[in-house]
C-alpha cells in the first residue's frame, strides 16, 4: 500500500474551479492505477474518474465528462483532478485511491485497495 494526501478542496461559486492533488509517499504510484472518487451527504460514495499506470487510458464518469479532468505526474508521485465548470450537486469528499490493476482504468471501489482521508469541496449557487 502507498499512503496517499489530498489536497486542493475548499469552497468556489457554481461555474467556478477548483485542482485537487493526491500525493503518494514511500512508494511510487506508477505501480498503480489511481483513481477518484466522492461521497456526497447521504449519498455512496461514487467513482469520479480514474487513470491507467503509464497515464494513457482516462475515464470519466458521465456526471462530469467534459468538466472534469484526470491526469498524473508518475516523476511527482502525485495525482490531479482538474474541476471546471463546478456545479453544487459536485459538492462531496473526494477520495484519492490506489489500485493494482495492471492495464487500463479502475472504475470500481473493489478495484482499489489504498484510500486517502478525503479532501471536501463545497459548490455554492
Known amino acids: 500500500q502507498v499512503p496517499l494526501v489530498e489536497s486542493g478542496g475548499g469552497s468556489v461559486q457554481a461555474g467556478g474551479s477548483l485542482r485537487l492533488s493526491c500525493a503518494a509517499s514511500g512508494r511510487t504510484i506508477s505501480m498503480y492505477a489511481m483513481g477518484w472518487f466522492r461521497q456526497a451527504p447521504g449519498k455512496e460514495r461514487e467513482f469520479v474518474a480514474g487513470?491507467?499506470?503509464?497515464?494513457?487510458?482516462?475515464s470519466h464518469a458521465d456526471s462530469v465528462k467534459g468538466r472534469f479532468t484526470i491526469s498524473r505526474d508518475n516523476g511527482k508521485n502525485t495525482v490531479y483532478l482538474q474541476m471546471d465548470s463546478l456545479k453544487p450537486e459536485d459538492t462531496a469528499v473526494y477520495y484519492c485511491?490506489?489500485?493494482?490493476?495492471?492495464?487500463?482504468?479502475?472504475?470500481?471501489?473493489?478495484?482499489?485497495?489504498?484510500w486517502g482521508q478525503g479532501t471536501t469541496v463545497t459548490v455554492s449557487s
Open positions: 487513470v491507467s499506470r503509464s497515464g494513457g487510458s482516462t
Open positions: 485511491a490506489a489500485g493494482p490493476r495492471f492495464g487500463g482504468v479502475a472504475s470500481k471501489e473493489k478495484e482499489y485497495d489504498t
